[in-house]
Each structure stands twice: as C-alpha cells, then as structure tokens.
C-alpha cells in the first residue's frame, strides 16, 4: 500500500525534475497526486508512466492567482481535500545579474517562485484547517539561505522571500496542525541549469544532486508524525562547501 495510501498530494512545476521526482516518489507510496505545471504535454508525459487513477493532470500557471484558485478547486473536487502541498514550481533567467536583469525577469522569477507558493498556500489553507491539518513543503534553495551571484538577484530574493513564508506557516498556523517545511537543495540536475548564464559541463552535472535526491527528503519530510517539524532541511552534494 506504501507510506501514503488515498494521501491527497498537489505537486506544482511536476512536468520535470524535482517536481516529477516527487510526485512520481508519492505515486509510488500510495497517495493520490495532483500533476500541475504550465506545459500540458509535460505533465501527460509524467502522467503516461504512472497509474491512471491515482494522478489527476492539471496544466495551470501559479504565477496566476485566479488560475490557481480554480485548479485547487479543481483538485479538491476530483481528489479531496490536499494534504500535501509541495510548492515546487520555479524558474531563473538569463542574463539575471542585477545590472543586467530585465524588469520583466524579475516579475517573472517572482510570481512564479514566491507569489505563487504563496497563493497555493492560501488556497488550500481553509481545506487544511477544517481537516485539523496538513503539510506544505516549499522547495526552496541554498540561494534562499545565502545570496548568490550564480543565483542570481531574483532568483535569491524569491528564494529568501519562500524561507520566510515557511517560517510564518509554522508560527500562524501550528494551531492547526499545519506543518511547513522549506527544503533547500545545493546543486541539482534539473533542466532550469540549461538558463545558467555560463554553460554547465557534462563533468559538472554529474556531481550534483538528482532529483529523486529531493524527493527523498521531501518523502521524509511528509512522512513524519503529526507532531514533528522541520522547519528547513539543508541539502548539497557531497563536493559543495556549506558553512
């Protein structure tokens, strides 16, 4: 039955990477998964490889509020109520140096990794409390812990701005037995390394992280009792330096 039986699971940016890597990781432990991210072809991809009755397939852009209301209405009304979110959908730009970043990038990178999660969360924070609970799960990045020039100014202000929206869920909400987690992976091996202003060897990728290696953590995360928290969980590759 595995570890998440019937568990109702949305997973946004799903159609690649970490996101695929944890919906698929969920799938196979029994819960029910809502695929979303903006490419339809994308998610009917991840979607062709896994059981059809426990993956509803919803193409939706977060960085668009209304859009986001009517999928979580959606998945609850196919689904159930979630109980899992996982705010995976993100994206960076290139050229994304401060003096460089266009207006646009910056609007972009943000709606879409920080205003979005955000509105996720809203969404399905009234079915959370009325059920006594849930667990929210935003992937965020070393660059959310430190600035980082390779990051970009964009990208590492959604990021900070993701760590402080986990950690104002735990103080407003554990009354209600709503856990986040902000899940702040190093490196990894992900399509958004194809928008590095400086292309990334073949040598270079094979030291980073995969996906299925953050959607282990997450599992782990998701699996925990109801009275365990882990407010941030620090993920490298062994070779990077963290201090």
Request: contains cysteine.
């Amino acid at each position: 039955m595995g570890q998440f039986p019937g568990r109702v699971v949305l997973v946004t940016g799903a159609g690649t990477g970490i996101g695929r890597a944890i919906a698929e990781g969920f799938v196979r432990e029994g819960a029910k998964v809502a695929l979303v991210g903006r490419r339809a072809e994308k998610l009917a991809e991840v979607a062709a490889g896994l059981p059809a009755s426990q993956v509803l397939q919803l193409a939706c852009d977060v960085g668009v509020r209304e859009a986001v209301r009517g999928m979580v209405a959606r998945v609850e009304g196919q689904l159930g109520a979630v109980q899992v979110l996982v705010n995976n959908a993100g994206t960076n730009t290139n050229p994304r140096s401060l003096a460089q970043l266009a207006d646009e990038d910056w609007d972009l990178t943000l709606a879409t990794n920080l205003t979005g999660a955000f509105t996720c969360v809203r969404a399905v924070l009234p079915a959370m409390r009325r059920q006594g609970g849930g667990v929210i799960l935003n992937i965020s990045s070393i660059a959310g812990l430190r600035a980082s020039k390779l990051a970009g100014s964009a990208y590492s202000a959604a990021k900070h701005g993701l760590m402080a929206l986990t950690h104002v869920i735990n103080e407003e909400e554990r009354e209600h037995g709503i856990r986040a987690c902000a899940i702040c992976p190093g490196e990894v091996e992900t399509p958004i390394l194809d928008l590095r202003p400086e292309p990334v060897s073949k040598e270079h990728r094979a030291r980073l992280l995969q996906p299925e290696d953050v959607a282990a953590a997450a599992l782990f995360v998701a699996g925990l009792p109801p009275r365990a928290c882990v407010p941030e969980l620090v993920l490298k590759p062994t070779w990077q330096i963290y201090s």
